[in-house]
Nanobody, 124 residues
């Protein structure tokens, strides 16, 4: 199983970025997906999750209304559209595949596979 995340970079506060994560090696349409992030000196934290059908989504309070998670089954890809970025959004962002049969949750323990991470830096 491989997860390839991309789309990170340097952006000014108030700007936008879209992260992508291409998944291979498993049946993407059968898995819930999530995004997490880890800032320097901090623990990894939940950002957003999406069900296998794409109908159900969940967001951390800190990003609700600014970030949107989506998925394209035809492309085996999950996205994280980030808008109105703040300096506190600076972190390495990781995509993750939920364990088979598990619903996407806010706990990293419920995810079986992880991408390599993509750096997002928001300047003031």
């Amino acid at each position: 199983v491989q997860l390839q995340a991309s789309g990170g970079g340097l952006v000014q506060a108030g700007g936008s970025l879209r992260l992508s994560c291409v998944v291979s090696g498993l049946t993407f349409r059968l898995r819930d997906m999530g995004w997490f992030r880890q800032a320097p000196g901090k623990e990894r934290e939940f950002v957003a999750a999406i069900s296998r059908s794409g109908v159900r989504t969940d967001y951390a309070d800190s990003v609700k209304g600014r970030f949107t998670i989506s998925r394209d089954v035809a492309k085996n890809t999950v996205y994280l559209q980030m808008s109105s970025l703040k300096t506190e959004d600076t972190a390495v962002y990781y995509c993750a595949v939920a364990r088979y049969g598990s619903r996407a949750s806010r706990s990293a323990l419920d995810y079986a596979y992880w991408g390599q991470g993509t750096q997002v830096t928001v300047s003031s």
